[in-house]
């Protein structure tokens, strides 16, 4: 019924719109798996 979104839907849909930290902060995981993980959880809630 839900299907995990691809890495090019990810970042051409979503990345652009998340803000960026003014100090280039750097995540230590990828954004990708993080967006994932977050539909995926509120899938399930």
Same mark, same amino acid.
């Given at each position: 019924m839900y299907q995990? #979104? $691809?890495k090019d839907t990810i970042e051409n849909e979503i990345i652009?719109?998340?803000s960026v930290a003014k100090r280039e902060f750097k995540?230590? $995981?990828c954004l990708i798996e993080? %967006?994932?993980s977050i539909l995926h959880y509120g %899938? #399930?809630?």
């Open positions: 995990i #979104l $691809s652009p719109h998340l995540t230590k $995981s993080i %967006v994932n %899938v #399930l809630a």
